[in-house]
């Protein structure tokens, strides 16, 4: 039988172990490759964050659009935490943030007039609530 590829740690140990008792004359021995350098630990993306703590629900709003995988939380003034955080994160590339202090994770009533603002904008409910609807819409529209 001939072998057309190098055989390197497992590889060799199974082809010595069905019968195969050398490699092919043009077979060269390759150098272990260096270790890249290890990585910094990847940041948690907002969205990743708020996931994690709520899952995730699929939405489609209306039959003539694809679907979605939106949070599965709905949000208001009073709320807090990483889908807060993510509210705001994607609130403030559609619209720009209203200050460096913007995405804190507390809905508060700069966060609900930016969300209501949204809403007018995309032609949705104005209510001021990030619901099923609110998540596929902030998520889609660039």
């Known amino acids: 039988m001939r072998i057309r590829h190098a055989l390197t ?3 060799l140990g199974i082809a010595l172990a069905l019968g195969v ?6 077979a060269a021995v390759r150098p272990p490759v ?3 350098p290890a990585a910094a630990p990847a940041v948690t993306s907002h969205r990743s964050a ?3 703590q709520v899952g995730i629900r699929v939405y489609r709003p209306s039959s003539d659009v694809q679907t979605l995988d ?8 009073g709320n807090s935490g990483a889908c807060v955080r993510y509210a705001q994160h994607l609130l403030s590339s559609h619209l ?3 200050g460096p202090d913007f995405i804190d994770g507390d809905f508060g009533p700069t966060t609900g007039s930016y969300v209501r603002r ?4 995309a032609h949705l409910t104005v209510d001021g609530i990030v619901g099923p609807k609110t998540w596929y819409w902030l998520m889609t529209i660039n």
Do not use: D, K
């Not at 008792?21 to 043009?26: C, D, L, M, R, W």
């Not at 949204?118 to 904008?121: K, L, S, T």
């Open 70 to 77: 939106v949070p599965n939380v709905t949000l208001r003034q």
């Open 34 to 36: 260096p270790e890249a």
């Open 96 to 98: 720009g943030a209203p």
């Open 9 to 11: 740690g497992a590889a």
């Open 50 to 52: 708020c996931v994690n």
């Open 21 to 26: 008792t050398s490699a092919p004359a043009q």
């Open 118 to 121: 949204f809403q007018r904008n």
